[in-house]
């Protein structure tokens, strides 16, 4: 499925870029296009920190996102890096206690907070003091308001001025003492399109039924409806791993990733999940197919005396054709997963114990199958053995509600 997203820099006063508003796009269409604010800030932070690379959209700058009242009050922020982004809230939220809390913990937590749209109300007042940016529309409001909000809370208060249109509105904009400056007089924003796997709505469901009962929680059983999941089994892998959680070891298993994030995260991470707009799975056949070379995979792990490594021969079935289904190099999907060296050995070609058993499940589905191939891996193999296994992997796989 194609994903898009549009960035649109900021910079200093010394025409330096401090960072990037990323925008929430549905199509190569460069604008805004019906969805509300929950909805796009959920589609914004999926596609920057789960299918795409942060750190290629940023270029090392920070990101500039928008909040809701709602997704602030959900302590969404909290999930993102504190040092890599800007947390933008908008002119819509509506200005409570709860908002002004919420607003207040982040800012104790050290992230920076900008006030989108920014027209004086005494409403805001309780924000100036927390916030740290104010955007200003340059061309609408009165010059002299802006003037006198400037000199009551300068150095303060950073000030950016937007939608900076020409170049007389730059220069009025940089003499009257702004700090940042965003507009189409630099760029318009630039569309980054990606591919990502789609995840199985019903699965997110299920776990949100699971972890409400926090006193009995399984981390098994929700490692085992995760894995059933290609893409929320990628996102989670990847997101453990990032850089934003500093691992001094990598996380290579789905229960371990779990227990480290917590149900407070994990319930967080899913509510992004369910906003978004989740596509029709149009490769639903391609993803049975890699589901039940994960289980049978699985199950002959077991069968030739490879128990311990039995979820290394599952996630080599899963991801066996990730490459296919997000239109990637699979080296480059590699190198966000932090899977063993065995599968992703496996999955590159090597020729290890997990790529000769890859090679052999992939074979039977060509109706290739022989009993001599199937005594190379191992002697207890046979092809009915082989069939009742696949069976078996079979009636799992019909057996998921999806």
Known sequence: MDIYLARQPIFDRKMKVLGYELLYRSSMENSYQGID??????QVINNTFLSMHFEDITSGTKAFINFSHDMIIKEIPLLLPKDEVVIELVERAEINEDLIKACRKLSEQGYTIALDDFYYNERFLPLLELAHIVKIEFSGMDIIKQKMLMDTYKGKLKFLAEKIETRFEYQMALNMGYDYFQGYFFSKPVI???QEVDTINFNIVRILEVINDEE???????ADIIETDIGLSYKLLKLVNSAFFSLVNKITSLKQALVHLGISEIRKWLYILLLKDIQVIDNKELINISLIRAKIMELLAVEIGQKKAKSEYFLAGMFSSIDVLMNRDMKSIMDD????KEVKGALLGENNDIK????????????ELTENALSKIDSK???????????EALAWVNSLAY
Do not use: C, F, G
């Open 37 to 42: 604010d929950n909805h796009a800030t959920a």
């Open 381 to 391: 193999l046979t092809v009915d053995l082989y069939t009742d296994k696949y069976l």
């Open 337 to 340: 997963l932090p899977l063993s």
């Open 192 to 194: 980054i399109k990606s």
């Open 216 to 222: 009995d929680l399984d981390y098994q059983e929700l």
């Open 356 to 367: 000769r058993m890859l090679n052999t499940v992939i074979s039977s589905e060509k109706l």
